[in-house]
């Protein structure tokens, strides 16, 4: 199992669109998840893959065929400034991290 | 959801040395989960602790070298044994409930 994050560091102005790139290499079809974590705050789920949510205005599509994960959203804002880390297994608990992206919003 | 304490928060130690890293869950889980996040690194699975039986490590991790303790569902302790600089990591407890994992603050060990 491998999740690769191209991007060790991502950064954009506020108000444009970002996209962290994920992608897997997985045997069977893995839960995929986008954890984040904020400045001296812990580690924490952003999105999974299963819901199909959309949550502080950020997206992820599951592509099989490309076997990717990319996390987007249209109009970054500096609250956005965290790690990154996309996130696969085969149960909720017991994963496989990339190396995370580090996201900056410029003002 | 889940809330885990995590003690110490940091530790410098002695290389040869061993530290003890308590995790504390404030609901009764299955399976707790430690990580170590090498620096500049991601995080990787060290084991998987089920309460009343032996942990289960991921490859590249052995026991003699990370001794893990689940005496009850809410608690376990992992063990860095014969500590050398190569150990300066956090470490990271972890559980799953909800369809999530949720994370302890960890712990950031620093070996000199």
């Known amino acids: 199992q491998r999740v690769t994050q191209p991007e060790k560091l991502l950064s954009v102005f506020k108000g444009a669109p970002v996209e962290l790139k994920c992608n897997y290499s997985?045997?069977?079809?893995?839960?995929l998840f986008w954890y984040v974590q904020y400045s001296r705050q812990r580690l924490q789920l952003l999105l999974r893959?299963?819901s199909r949510e959309s949550i502080k205005g950020f997206t992820a599509d599951l592509n099989k065929g490309e076997t990717s994960f990319h996390l987007k959203k249209p109009f970054a804002q500096e609250e956005d400034s965290a790690m990154y880390y996309c996130?696969?297994?085969?149960?909720?608990?017991?994963?496989?991290f990339g190396q995370g992206t580090i996201l900056t919003v410029h003002p | 959801s889940a809330v885990i304490s995590q003690k110490p928060s940091r530790d410098i130690c002695q290389r040869g040395t061993s530290l003890t890293i308590q995790c504390q869950v404030d609901?009764?889980?299955?399976?707790m989960f430690w990580y170590r996040q090498q620096p500049g690194q991601s995080l990787t699975l060290i084991a998987t602790?089920?309460?009343?039986?032996?942990?289960?490590?991921e490859s590249g991790f052995v026991i003699d070298k990370f001794p893990i303790s689940r005496p009850n569902l809410t608690f376990s302790t992992l063990t860095v044994s014969n500590m050398s600089p190569e150990d300066s990591s956090i470490y990271l407890c972890?559980?799953?409930?909800?369809?999530?994992?949720?994370f302890g603050q960890g712990t950031r060990l620093t070996v000199v």
């Open positions: 972890s559980v799953e409930g909800g369809r999530e994992a949720f």
């Open positions: 997985y045997s069977g079809s893995p839960e």
């Open positions: 893959h299963i």
């Open positions: 996130a696969g297994g085969t149960s909720y608990g017991k994963l496989t």
């Open positions: 609901s009764q889980v299955t399976m």
């Open positions: 602790a089920n309460q009343g039986s032996e942990a289960t490590y």
